[in-house]
């Protein structure tokens, strides 16, 4: 069962549970640091989750803020993921930001891990 019947009773329950947001982003600062990620992007990326969060949610999942506190962490992780910062699927672990990788080198690196594979 639904939460909500209407988009504004949607948005309120959001709008309530906002400061989640910055919960999760100050419980993982180190993470949104370490992966030299922009913090406004960061806040966009769970508000996004936050809304879909509430869209998906059903009673039987549990308490509403524990749902959405699980659902804010995950999409933190994948904010921090190298496919998502950099849109490349075999992007180094130890990529950061204003570095350049050749699109040969990855090519290169998938090559010999493919050799290693067989």
Avoid: W
């Avoid at 508000?47 to 659902?71: C, F, I, N």
């Avoid at 992780?77 to 490349?88: E, I, K, T, W």
């Amino acid at each position: 069962m639904k939460l909500f019947n209407t988009i504004e009773e949607r948005n309120a329950i959001v709008e309530k549970n906002l400061s989640l947001i910055d919960k999760a982003a100050e419980n993982h600062s180190d993470i949104i640091k370490t992966a030299s990620m922009d913090e406004d992007d960061v806040y966009q990326q769970l508000a996004e989750r936050l809304v879909k969060a509430v869209d998906a949610y059903d009673e039987s999942q549990g308490e509403l803020e524990g749902y959405l506190e699980t659902q804010l962490e995950r999409e933190l992780f994948c904010c921090a993921h190298p496919r998502r910062l950099y849109g490349l699927t075999d992007a180094p672990t130890a990529l950061r930001k204003n570095r350049v990788v050749s699109l040969d080198a990855l090519k290169e690196t998938a090559a010999r891990q493919k050799v290693l594979a067989a």
